[in-house]
Structure formats: structure tokens, C-alpha cells
């Protein structure tokens, strides 16, 4: 459940196998030659798999519009089968068509793909006029099976996918959990203590992206706004609540260490430095034990069983309640765990609703009263909230792709004329969800291992059966569930899938030889190679421009934040906002990809893999700090205006004044000369009164160390682009 949340990959992969045994049966029960169950194999693969929208209603809608494209594609390529220089022609206009649709939605992108994919398997059976009854037969069997997969047999409504996200974000909470168990009872001189360490970064890691998955899920369920926004908000602050247990509990352990964030990118940890405070080290076997009833607390519950809910000693501490006797920074640990435990009665609130409070003591009362009040200001705020337009793609991937398919027809029928559409299909394959020419690469080389490696299972395993077509076509099938479990997981996984699945095919049509797969890798080099090239001469998008471009991006929502989380302190007007929260998290995903092919640990360029590295980690602290500004904004006491006080505002629009610049220097490649501004190391006062209560003076302070916090990042963010900061 926490390795696949929601078990998308796992009805993935079930959905394809499942249709491809329908069809194979019905074919077989009509005694179809080989070929033909080939065809309706792929095809079932095809449309049960592309078709993604979330809602049922337009699943059918796609399949219905799919049937007819694909009955069109199919009678064209089997009729252009014969004439090798006009199939070739018409495959690279389907593709450019097929890419080029796209900015019409998810709809087209599917029937796009539904056309390129029947055009390429008429030219792989060699499928014929005098075939294409029964090719029509197949392909409509196949989208049938599909149909009956996705409907009835395997159906994945979208509430019944939200509700597996959601327990899979809470086991991926109590794995956090237990990471920071373990770092916290074996303490910093465990020999283990690294290994700890890395292992609760892994667990917050596979954290956040869960609560992404949510999130993105959200975007496209039909739950009603409010409710939508409800869940993205509990989901949010429990994320944030944990990474900062964590992140202050790191502090306590090693109090000589810097530990700002969770990111893997930076290493704060020293080995060597102060010891533990006396009294923090006494109090460890007691945040041990609240540590393990939080996790209780954060445990998905088993059906008919009661909720486990978090005790009053534990949401206390958030009202300095209970502490220990020990230094402040152990019992800020105990505060944020009482913040931890509100924001878990908060989350189960969202998702399973509101239970009988009979059993609630006093500040679990107190909770689910300011809960309620919170959930009441996000529905008047969902009332009047609007969508933000789509950004459509443009033609520029349309052109590449035709251009370097055009060039792997040419490539692939010198290589070989019998398999020369295996370089096209290699091209299609690498440029699809690339943006740059590094992404490409990346892609590319992956394909190749992936391919080499299946073109030598595929031999071992076609040696093995022999002529047995059945146990071929169970072969076939296990490669169909890897193919699909693994393409989230490993694209060298699912290329090795895929080619051991083709090997079973060829074997099928009694064309697998050593010299077919050794052809078959050289056509997967051509395709690669052509890609790569078109990438690199028709409107080429270089990997420095579109990692600045998302880099400029990342900036921009991240003065966004600042800015909404500062409006919404001094109670002014400015929206929620975890929404550009959110649009920071996302923003910064999409950098992180288009940065793979320089964090790889292949690449070549060391020095520019650490300075990739460094400025990931730099731009994770600042939105790690600016996620928790945020729940902190929305968390600030009644009647509290931290972000009115003027220090405060000076202080935040020079932080906004460097991100403006660091986006100017970065828009015009570090050209300019203007220098960051430095500005506190510590807040010489807090903007609050001297007999402010310690619940304000708490979340004042927190406020100044998040603003600090990202005003550091933002700073060594440009050291490490090279760009000068002012010294005075």
C-alpha cells in the first residue's frame, strides 16, 4: 500500500493483463491465426492503458471515439503494407498528427496514441487487405475486453483511488514515524546513526510524494470544492507537521548541526560536536514513547475498528502544557508533536468526517473547535475561487518528433527494410514526456540498457519454449504486467519489459533469429540517435534554458507564498495560501526532473552535478520553510497580526526585492550586476508585546525562523549561481 499508494501501478498493470486474456480467449475461441492475436493483443494493451481520465463517464467516451480512429488507422496501414515508401510517409504524418493534437486535452493525447500505436502494429504482423476483416474483428474484441475490464471486472472509481491515496499517505506517515524512532532511540553515537539519518530522508521524500499524488489526484476528482480543498489542506499540514518534528528532533540529537530541512541534497549532519544536553538526553525515552503514540494515532484504522485518538497530554503541548524540564529546543519538539497530533484529528476529521465528541476532553474539544472554525473560513474561500487557465504545449514537440521520425524511416530502412519501423516506434518512445535535449539523452541511454538487456531474455526465453505458442503467450503477459508496474518505477525496467515482450511476439510470428534482436538493438540506437539529433536542430530547447526557465518558475511561487502567508499574518486579504504552496511544490518537482539528466549519477559533468545538486537542496529548505510559513499562517491565533509589524514587512520585502533580482539574473544568464541584499542573522526583538501569551510568542518566533530560514536559502542560492551578495 505505501510502495504503490492507491495500487495505481498494480490495476495498472492487472487492467492490461486482464484485457489482454479476454481478447486472446475470444480470439482463440474463433480459431484466429497468429498474427490476428498479436493484433488484438497490443491492441487490448493500448486502450486499456492510454485511456486516463479520472472520471468513468469520459473513460467511455474516449473508448467510443477510440474504436473508429483505430479501425481507420488499421484498414490504412494494412492497405499501405505493400508499399513501403508510402507507409512510411503516412506513419510520419500519424505521428505528427498524434503529437500535434495533444493541446487538445487528454481526450486527443489518447486517440493520438491509440493511431500511432495500430499503424505500427499493421507494420509489425505485416497485416494485410485480404486480413482485414479479421484485423477489424480483433481490434474491436480488443476495445470491447478493454471496456469490460475498466467497467466491470477491474473498476477504479475516483473516490475509491482518493480513499487508497489517502490510507497510503498515512502508512507512509507512520514510516516516517518509525524512521525517526529509530534515529531517536539509537541517538547520535549509534554506528547506525547515518544510515538512520538517510533512511528518515528517504521515508519524508516518499512522504512528499504521496501527498502530491493527493493532490494531483484532487485536481481531477469530482468531490465539491470545498471538500477538495478541505483534504489538500489537512493533507498539507500533516506533511509540513512531521518534517518539522523531525527537522527539531535532528536538532536535539546533534546540537552542533545546522538542520534546516529533510532534503537529501545537503548534509548538515557532523559527525563529531557538542553533546547532548543532560536534560534533553533524560527526556529521550519519553519522546520515545510519544513518538510511538503518534504513530498509533497516524495508523490507517482496520475496518469496524475504533480510531485511535490522540490523547490530551499529547495536544497539550501545544499549549505548553505538560512540557519536560528541559532545554527550549526539546520542548519545541514536544510542541511541534502536539501540533502533529492536531494536524492527524484534523486529517481523519476531513476524510472520515465528524464523530461523536462525547469522549473528548478538553483539548481535544479545543481541537475539533478550531478545526471546525478553520474548515468554516475554507468554505466561504472555496465560494469564490476560480480556475486558472491550462497553458497549452505548442507544435515545437509535434516538428521534432515527425523530423526525427522521418529521419529513422531513412536510418531503419538502410539498417534493415523489413524492421525499419522499429526505429520510429524507438523515436516516439524516448521524446514522449521530454522537454529538453538532456531529458532526451537521459531517456535515450536508458532505452538502449533496457533494450539489450530484454533482446538477451527475450533469446534465452525463446530458446526455452520452443514452438509452444501458449507459453509464449504467457511470457507475453507476465512481460505486460511488468511492463506497466514498473514505467513509474524504472523506464530501464520497462524498456526491458517491453523488448522481452516483442522477442515472445517475434517468436510467435516465427521471425526470431540472433540476427532479428541484434537488428533490433541497432534499430533502438538509430531511433535513439535521430531523436536526439531533431532534438538538437529543429527548434532545440537547450537543458540550461528550460531548467532556468523552471528555475525562474520556482522563484516566482515562491515570492507567491511569501507573500499570501505575510497577507494572510497581518490580516489583510490575500487567499490561502497553501494554494501557491502547492503551485511551489510542483513547480519545484518539474525543475527536479529536467535537472535529471545532471543529478544523474552517470553524468559525466561532476561539477555541475554537485552545483545542480546543491541548488535542489537550496530551493527544497525554501520551500520547506515557506510550506510551513503557510500552515503557520493558517494556524496563527485569533486576533494575532505578526505580519503587520513593520520590522517584519521590511524585512520580507527585501527578501521579495532578492528573489526579484536573483530572477532577473538568472533571466538574463547572471549578466547583471545588482548584488542580493543581506539583511538579519536574528531578529533583534519580537514584533509582539512582552506580555503576549506564550501560544503568540511560539508562533511569532517560528514566523521569524521561517522567513530567516528561506532568506538563507535565497542567499546561497546565489553564491552558488555565482551571483554577488551585498556584505554591508
Known sequence: MASDPGHIRLLSALSAVAAVLLTLGVLAALQA????????????????????????????LTLAAGAPVALAITAVGSALTPYRIAADVVFVLVIFVAIYIRRLGARATTLGVFAFQLFFVTQLVQSGVDQLAQLCLAVLVAFGSSALVRFAILPSPPEWTLARLQRAFRLRLVLVLDALIAVTEGGPKSPRADRAVDDLRRQAARLHTGAMMIQDRLETDTLDRRTVGLIQRRVAEAETAVERLAVLVLRVLWPGADVDTLTRHLT????????????????????????????????????????????NRLLGYRNDEHLPGASPVMQDVFRSAGEFAHALFGLRLAVEGDTSASQDGPEATRSREELKEEDSDLAREAETKQDSPRIRPTTRTALQVATGSALAVVGGELLSPQRWYWAVFTCWVVFISTTSTGELLVRGYRRLIGTVSGVIAGLALATLIGDDPWTAF?????????????????????????????????????????????????????????????????????TRERTDQLLCDVLERLRAVLAQSLAQLGGRAGGDPLDPARGLDSALESLRLSLQPLITQSS??????????????????????????????????????TGADPCLLAEADRIDRNLVTLIDQVTDGGKGETPLERGWESPARLPVGDTAPAEEVHATRRVLRHLQRVDKSVQGLARTLGIPVHSG
Open 33 to 60: 491465426s497468429v498474427p490476428i492475436l498479436v493484433t488484438g493483443a497490443l491492441t487490448a494493451t493500448v486502450s486499456t492503458v492510454s485511456v486516463t481520465e479520472p472520471l468513468p463517464r469520459d473513460q467511455a
Open 268 to 311: 548538515n549532519i557532523r559527525p563529531f560536536g557538542p553533546p547532548i544536553d543532560a536534560r534533553d538526553a533524560a527526556t529521550l525515552p519519553a519522546l520515545g514513547l510519544e513518538l510511538r503514540t503518534l504513530r498509533a494515532v497516524a495508523r490507517p484504522r482496520s475496518a469496524g475498528a475504533d480510531p485511535v485518538e490522540p490523547s
Open 474 to 542: 504467457a511470457f507475453v503477459i507476465l512481460s505486460v504486467f511488468g511492463m506497466y508496474y514498473t514505467t513509474a518505477v524504472s523506464y530501464t525496467l520497462m524498456s526491458f519489459f517491453v523488448t522481452t515482450m516483442i522477442g515472445m511476439l517475434s517468436s510467435l510470428l516465427h521471425a526470431l533469429t540472433p540476427g532479428v534482436l541484434v537488428v533490433r538493438i541497432e534499430e533502438t540506437a538509430v531511433g535513439i540517435a535521430c531523436g536526439l539529433a531533431a532534438a538538437l536542430l529543429v527548434l532545440p530547447v537547450r
Open 604 to 641: 559525466p559533468l561532476r561539477s555541475r552535478r554537485r552545483t545542480a545538486l546543491r541548488v535542489l537542496g537550496l530551493l527544497e529548505t525554501a520551500a520547506f520553510h515557506a510550506r510551513s510559513l503557510a500552515t503557520t499562517a493558517q494556524l496563527m491565533p485569533v486576533g494575532v497580526r
